[in-house]
C-alpha cells in the first residue's frame, strides 16, 4: 500500500482481535508493522485500543499501571525534545506535527495559513475549512459526490502556503477532505450527525458485550476512517461495515 496511513487503519480491527483472543506472538508482529509505517494515524488507534478497554472499572484496575507508565514515557520524551527547533530534515517528524499543526489551528476559521505549515497538517485543516463553509451555507448538504464540486467554490477563501502553490498540493484531498467525517458533513449536512451519533450509540452497546469481540474489533477502523480517510468506496470498507452491524458471530459457512 502506498499510504502508510491506510496500511495501519486496516490493520487495527486484527490487532484488537489477537489482543483480546490472546494470541501475543500474532499481535507483536502486527503491532511492529504499524510502528513502522510511522503512521500517526496508527499510533492514535493503538492508542484507542489500550484506553477504549479502560472505560471499565475492572479493566481499568488491572491495566491503569500500563497507562501511566505509558503516558509518563511519552510525556517525558516529548518534553525532553519540544524546545528543540523544528527542522523539516532532522527533528522528529511526531513532535513537528504537533507544533505545526497547533500554530495552524486557526486557520479552520481564517483560511489563511502561515508559509511553513506542514503538507499533512494543511491537508486537514484546509479540508476542515471547506467543510465549515459548506455546512455553513448548506446545512442540509450538498449531496453525495458534490465535495469536489463545493471545494472548487470556496478553495479562492483559501490561502495556502506559498511552497505547496509551487509544488502544485495546495488542493490536496480536494476529492475525498481528508477525512470521511468531514466529507459527510459537507455532503450531508446535519444528517452525517445523526448517523454519527447511531455510530457511538451503536459501539456503546457492542462494548458492553464482551462476546462481540469481532465487532468490537472493527469499531477502530471504523474511528480513524472517519478522522482521516474520505472514500466512500475503499475495498475493505463495507466488509469491515458489514461485520460492526451484523448482530451475531454464527458461523454462516458452516452446513
Known sequence: MSEPAHYAAIMLPATYFFLRDKKYLRLSMLVITIFLSKSSIGFI?????????????????????????????????????????????????????????????????????????????YAFLSNAFITKEVFLDKPLGAGLGSYRHEYEKYYSLIKPPPYLITLKHSKINKTDANSLFLRMIADLGIFAFLFFLYFVFRSYILFKNDKKIEQQSVFFYLMLKLIREGHYFPPEFYFFLLIFLKNNNEDITCC
Open 45 to 121: 488507534g493503538l492508542a484507542l485500543i489500550i484506553i477504549l478497554p479502560l472505560i471499565k472499572v475492572k479493566f481499568f484496575l488491572k491495566y491503569s499501571w500500563l497507562v501511566i507508565v505509558l503516558l509518563g514515557v511519552s510525556v517525558f520524551y516529548l518534553s525532553s525534545i519540544w524546545n528543540k527547533p523544528v527542522d523539516e530534515n532532522k527533528s522528529n517528524p511526531l513532535v513537528r506535527k504537533i507544533k505545526e499543526t497547533n500554530k495552524s489551528l486557526s486557520a479552520i476559521y481564517t483560511g489563511k495559513f502561515q508559509k511553513n505549515t506542514n503538507l499533512s497538517s
